[in-house]
């Protein structure tokens, strides 16, 4: 009976989170449910809290995606409401891989914590991709890794760990495809105006390269008069 009663209290915490908190907020307010009851299922070493604020974590996961990455407004726009969730949905994650294990010894327990712990590594990726200009972006991910490395050693989760070689392994594939993006577009204007000339679309004098040798030669030609 008290499960019952357990899993009827988690239901109407999230619709009363549903239902009063809108937007971006709503994800925080089931990330907050989340997060109580982790800390009530370790003290009471309940495998039915596990599973009701698992679901809450994939419900505010899904409202992240849906609502708060805002993925209709263009990528390194500054939206103020992703930057002030993200990163505390993040936290709530990070808090709570702390108490989602209720058992260590047991390697499905070890998993669950660690999915909570990738969820808030992959909200701060996500953070970097959509707010930090590309070109400091394997920056960015450096230092969360850092930082990531350091509360690791601190709190004594090597999981951690893992997840700064990933940041890491992600800002040199980003610094890497970065610098051939802007290799090619170095490479584009020229190879653009010759074959816009060639099919009549704009003369070959509008080329970059063709006007700086026209100007050369008028500098040239004055010197000579």
């Known amino acids: 009976m008290l499960r019952a009663h357990s899993y009827v209290g988690a239901f109407a915490a999230s619709s009363a989170a549903w239902a009063l908190f809108s937007g971006d907020w709503t994800a925080l307010a089931f990330a907050g449910i989340m997060l109580t009851l982790a800390v009530l299922g370790q003290k009471l070493k309940s495998f039915h809290l596990q599973v009701q604020y698992g679901l809450l974590g994939l419900l505010a996961l899904y409202r992240v995606v849906a609502i708060n990455l805002h993925t ?9 409401a992703r930057l002030i969730t993200l990163p505390i949905l993040a936290a709530a994650f990070y808090i709570t891989a702390k108490w989602a294990a209720a058992n260590e010894s047991e390697v499905y327990q070890r998993t669950f914590r660690g999915l909570f712990a990738f969820g808030g590594t992959s909200l701060m990726t996500a953070l970097i991709y ?4 590309e070109l400091w972006q394997p920056l960015a991910a450096i230092a969360i890794a850092v930082v990531l490395l350091e509360v690791g050693q601190q709190i004594a989760y090597p999981v951690l ?3 700064t070689h990933l940041l ?3 800002a040199v594939l980003a610094a890497i495809t970065r610098r051939s993006i802007r ?3 170095l490479a584009r204007p020229s190879t653009t105006c010759v074959w816009g000339a060639a099919g ?4 070959i004098l509008d080329c970059p390269a063709n006007q700086r040798a026209e100007s050369s030669s008028r500098e040239a030609w004055s010197h000579r008069v």
Do not use: D, F, M, N
């Open 130 to 133: 959509y707010e930090v200009p």
């Open 200 to 203: 009549g679309s704009r003369s």
């Open 161 to 163: 760990a893992w997840h």
């Open 72 to 80: 209709e407004i263009p990528q390194y726009t500054h939206v103020r």
């Open 183 to 185: 290799h090619s577009a």
């Open 168 to 170: 890491g392994a992600l």
